[in-house]
């Protein structure tokens, strides 16, 4: 083992500039999977964080398995449980603030975008948890409208005890007197506001209600506390949630649906690296096989040989790995820092720092040094079989096109198997065909080699037909076609990846801004904090509140509005948003996967029927004509299914529709929480839009947008978002640049020798530099080629899987990605041979051709 260490160490001390490339290979590898795979831990993570934060240390919390309120008289069953020492009931909601609400200057950051109203018994609930008064003094139980809140609060919006405390309320704005503080918070969350029960059920406008239960027990018996816990589970039944507060379910479930889009770049990012890798040590122990056999004429066994290569693996991959995790953390920490401004203002959730999971870091460990060492191992085996002799002659063309030609059927075999699976329509045989189609193409590669270098350099000769450049640089491409197909397949790989995300984006941006218009293309619309989050938004009373007032005002037309309510079908969490059957088709609309607009509607309007969207009928495997249990406030309805479809605010999120009326009964949910708004017809604009504002002014919760003005808008936020995207499909894709540098690096280093003949008999370095050139073109042009099949293929299984996962829009050709494809492949070779041809060009006849 020492003299394969010394050796190792010597070959790489030796050969700095190939040791540098190489080990390079692996930090951009092992950079790109840790980089791109600590985003969704961080994300959920600090989604958790939030939620514990805002919950307190209590024996037992018990809500209904819905996230909806209930009757008090839930707590007042649990006080009567024999062993249950203190309960208390409240009714705590999260409030999402408007934009500038407290300063109301757009000029300064939000320092409060979120705030926690908890209605509490004052007397009871201080019998559970302690509440130390900084300043003033606590609530009392007639105290109305009163608050105390943190002082940490106090000081950020510049309060004191007897100010006024401005909040979003059913019925407009309601100003609640401060009466104390409480200490500041020193553990991250919403900030709170404690006001009394009776306050709270006005606020939310959902009277004599409650949304959770605190219970203490009086003893500390692990059998005795479990008795108890198993007495009130009985005493409530299987319709309430016990343990930790599921507030925000409906959020959880749309950081769950992007998972499946973050999880797509990790693969690929694991995918791109362990290629960059592996093709990098391929490449250098195939080029290596002249000194494998050397190594072998002055006695070294066949596993002495195989333990160098294994060791100086080894050695680069430990060191690349270590550097690569670094750099990676760097950039995943960059990548988070700059989305988390965007988060906190969308939907109310502040990233903490990167989060790196045991399991992740295992993986990469073993990714950079376990494909490292396999990298370098496999070639070495097969290197080690050929006899010293054979190994030290020159590679018999017939051989190579013999292997060249095995390599195809095997190649052409896994490609139509691929093709079969793309018209079977199947999701999981599609995604299974690309992987073939990928294998099969680098497999076809070398049987590709010389048709297209023939083309190739039959072009390059009608420049350079003097100098013959040309045909120097098809001959060094053909001669060894494996060699020339593994540099290539590093520019397939990468424009599969760009091919492929411009056919998604292409296809997710028609299908979006569409969406956009066809659900939210009212005259108006009357916005809340957090779309989406509906449970955290305060709405507007439906008696005599916004949407009445607003059909009041002369020149209005149609208001439709919008109602939530959290249930949960089959134990799986829903959103529900009421509609009106019969207004809400003629001011917006829902996109049809499956079922009849019209059918639906009337279902709706006389049954107990739901709509639900392409996400949660792709989770549950329900469809339209189906029968469904639906968990309510008041114990379980039966609910039909009319149709799947959805709407834009909604495309991520569970959600079902159904009628306001059936709300209403089942969730006792009456407050709108979105409005829009048609002009009637001939109604003048200009007129009618003061009156709607100064009514939409009482209630600063909503924000007032015109249906124009927010489809630009959101176009503006695709553009945005596929910005994005762009950034992602060139991190994806410059590894192939990377790879392609590395092995023409080190294919020049290799053929030191042969440039050193070729300038003793007579080429100048501008010709040296040429022919390097026009290799590397031809060989991006086979790998464009590839590449170009290969996107167009994964493009269609990325839409596919989408579309399985309940997104429904069609797959849209990516005719610009394509011209980019070819554009970006050509341009790779240029860029990846400037550098190895400048190395060819400058090097001295006399040392190149003593190289060993």
């Keep these: 083992m020492n003299i394969q260490l010394t050796l190792a160490f010597r070959y ?27 985003l969704l831990p961080t994300m959920i993570q600090s989604f958790q964080a939030n939620i514990l934060a805002a919950s307190g240390q209590v024996d037992m919390t018990i809500t209904h398995k819905t996230g909806e309120a209930f009757s008090p008289s839930v707590a007042a069953a649990v006080a009567g449980i024999d062993g249950v020492r203190a309960v208390t009931g409240f009714l705590n909601r999260a409030v999402n603030l408007p ?40 609530l009392l139980p007639d105290d109305r409208p009163a608050a105390v809140i943190t002082t940490s609060l106090a000081e950020a919006l510049g309060l004191k005890p007897g ?139 066949r596993r002495a040989v195989t333990g160098i290569i294994l060791v100086e693996c080894l050695l680069q991959g430990v060191i690349g790995t270590f550097i690569g995790i670094v750099l990676g953390y760097v950039i995943g920490a960059g990548l988070i820092g700059a989305m988390s401004p965007l988060m906190q203002q969308y939907i109310h959730l502040k990233l903490g720092a990167p989060v790196v999971t045991p399991t992740l870091l295992i993986v990469t460990v073993a990714l950079g040094v376990g494909i490292t060492v396999l990298a370098g191992l496999l070639p070495a085996l097969s290197a080690s079989r050929v006899t010293p002799m054979e190994a030290l002659r020159p590679a018999l063309g017939e051989s190579i096109h013999r292997a060249a030609r095995r390599s195809a059927i095997v190649g052409g075999i896994l490609l139509a ?79 599969a990846i760009i091919v492929a995300l411009g056919g998604m984006t292409t296809s ?45 005002v002369d020149g209005v037309g149609l208001v439709s509005t919008m109602r939530f309510g959290g249930a949960a079908i089959n134990g799986t969490p829903i959103s529900l948003l009421g509609i009106d059957p019969q207004v809400f088709p003629q001011v ?66 569970s959600t079902g529709y159904l009628s306001q009326a059936n709300l209403q009964t089942d969730f006792h949910k009456t407050d709108d929480v979105f409005i829009q ?63 392609m540098l590395n092995t023409l690096a080190i294919g020049v280093i290799e053929r030191t020798r042969e440039i050193g003949m070729l300038r003793a008999v007579g080429a100048t370095r501008p010709q040296v530099r040429r022919i390097v050139l026009l290799e590397a073109l031809m060989l991006a042009a086979i790998g464009t080629a590839l590449g170009l099949l290969a996107g167009l293929y994964l493009g269609y299984v990325f839409v596919v899987g989408l579309n399985a996962a309940g997104f429904a829009f069609p797959y849209s050709f990516p005719l610009t990605g394509l011209v980019v494809g070819v554009a970006a492949g050509l341009l790779f070779g240029v860029l990846a041979a400037l550098l190895p041809a400048r190395q060819a060009a400058q090097m001295e006849i006399v040392k190149a051709l003593r190289y060993e």
């Design 99 to 138: 934009a500038d609400y407290f300063d109301r200057d757009p000029a300064k950051a939000d320092r409060v975008a979120t705030l926690s109203l908890a209605g509490l018994d004052p007397e009871t609930a201080q019998t559970l948890h302690s509440y130390p008064v900084a300043q003033g003094r606590f």
């Design 163 to 301: 100010d006024d405390l401005p909040l979003p309320a059913a019925q407009g704005t309601v100003r609640l007197k401060i009466v104390g503080l409480l200490p500041a918070r020193t553990l991250p969350g919403n900030e709170e506001v404690l006001v009394t029960l009776p306050e709270a059920q006005v606020v939310f406008d959902q009277p004599d209600q409650i949304n959770t239960v605190e219970a203490n027990f009086n003893t500390t018996d692990s059998a005795q506390r479990a008795a108890i816990e198993s007495a009130i589970e009985s005493a409530l039944g299987e319709n309430y949630h016990f343990g930790a507060l599921p507030t925000g379910s409906e959020l959880l479930a749309n950081l769950r649906a992007g998972q499946a889009a973050v999880n797509l770049f990790g693969f690929m990012a694991l995918f791109m690296g362990a290629f960059i890798i592996f093709n990098t040590f391929r490449t250098v122990v195939a080029e290596r096989r002249r000194d494998l056999a050397m190594l072998r004429i002055v006695g070294a066994s």
């Design 12 to 38: 790489l001390s030796g050969r700095k500039l190939r040791t540098f490339l190489t080990t390079l290979a692996v930090v951009f590898g092992v950079m790109i999977i840790f980089g791109m795979n600590i």
């Design 417 to 495: 198997l691929a093709l079969a699976a793309l018209f079977s329509r199947n999701a999981g045989l599609i995604g299974l065909g690309a992987v073939l189609l990928l294998t099969g193409l680098i497999l076809l590669a070398p049987a590709l080699v010389r048709p297209i270098a023939v083309g190739f350099g039959a072009l390059a000769a009608l420049a350079f037909a003097r100098q013959g450049t040309a045909t120097l640089a098809e001959g060094n491409v053909t001669r060894q076609p494996s060699r020339a197909a593994v540099t290539a397949s590093a520019t397939m790989i990468g424009l």
């Design 677 to 739: 708004l048609n002009l009637a017809p001939g109604a003048d604009a200009a007129a009618v839009e003061p009156e709607i504002k100064a009514v939409a002014a009482d209630y600063p919760q909503f924000s007032l947008v015109s249906g124009k003005a927010y489809y630009d808008q959101n176009k503006k936020l695709f553009d945005v978002a596929f910005v994005v995207f762009d950034v992602l499909m060139g991190v994806l894709a410059l590894p192939s640049l990377i790879a």
């Design 588 to 653: 917006s609309g829902l996109n049809f996967a499956s079922g009849d607009p019209d059918t639906a509607y009337a279902d709706l309007a006389s049954s107990r029927a739901l709509i639900i969207n392409g996400p949660f009928a792709a989770n549950t495997g329900l469809k339209a004509g189906d029968t469904v249990t639906v968990a309510a406030p008041d114990g379980d309805r039966t609910y039909r299914i009319a149709a799947v479809a959805g709407d834009y605010f909604n495309a991520k999120i």
């Design 508 to 552: 997710i941006s028609g299908w979006g801004l569409n969406l956009v218009k066809k659900s939210l293309g009212s005259d108006y619309l009357f916005i809340p904090p957090a779309v989406g989050v509906w449970a955290n938004n305060v709405g507007a009373a439906s008696q005599g509140g916004l949407a009445d007032r607003l059909r009041a």
